[in-house]
């Protein structure tokens, strides 16, 4: 990870932080969320309750509205989508690339290690040629649904599997 995209981030996430209110989310409904992600092929009814108890933040947002990811934490979309875009460095100035680079939907996991990978290889896809590092990942809501993303940190997931 880039110290740009990293020092970018962290700014975007304490702002945030400092005017967000506390959602929080019923187990039953976090249990349901998680039967659409990866995880519940590995998980019993019972470990399912477990691993939701490590999502204990949620991320509301509206369509067109960016969303700020903590580089510390893995987050899974529960409603609505999310679309990466980003720019990158040109001799004419900074481009930017939105559209369809990567679009994340129910059930999909997104960190911000990920992110900047599907970033890559989808610019690489896109303008036919390898990008060194993009200048900032910009995560914006998509569709017409609110979007709802619950996070866990990566301590969390490890006692878990401990």
């Known amino acids: 990870m880039t110290g740009k995209l990293f020092f970018s981030v962290r700014n975007i ?3 945030v932080m400092k005017r967000k209110k506390k959602v929080v989310i019923p187990l039953e409904t976090l249990c349901d969320y998680l039967k659409h992600t990866p995880f519940d092929q590995y998980l019993t009814p019972v470990t399912l309750s477990e691993f939701a108890s490590c999502f204990d933040e949620v991320v509301k947002s509206r369509p ?3 969303i700020a990811l903590d580089p510390h934490k893995v987050y899974v979309v529960c409603q609505g989508e999310v679309d990466l875009s980003t ?3 040109e001799v004419e100035g900074k481009v930017e690339a939105k559209g ?3 679009r ?3 059930g999909d996991i997104i ?3 990920q992110t900047e990978r599907d970033v890559k290889r989808r610019m690489t896809v896109k303008i036919g040629k390898v990008i060194d590092v993009a200048e900032d990942i910009i995560t914006t809501g998509s ?10 940190t990566m301590k969390s997931l490890n006692d878990f599997t401990a």
């Open 104 to 106: 994340k939907r129910r």
């Open 111 to 113: 960190n911000v290690t």
């Open 87 to 89: 720019s990158y460095p």
């Open 143 to 152: 569709g017409e649904a609110d979007i709802v993303l619950v996070s866990s």
């Open 64 to 66: 067109g509205k960016e």
């Open 13 to 15: 996430v304490s702002t």
């Open 100 to 102: 369809f680079l990567c």
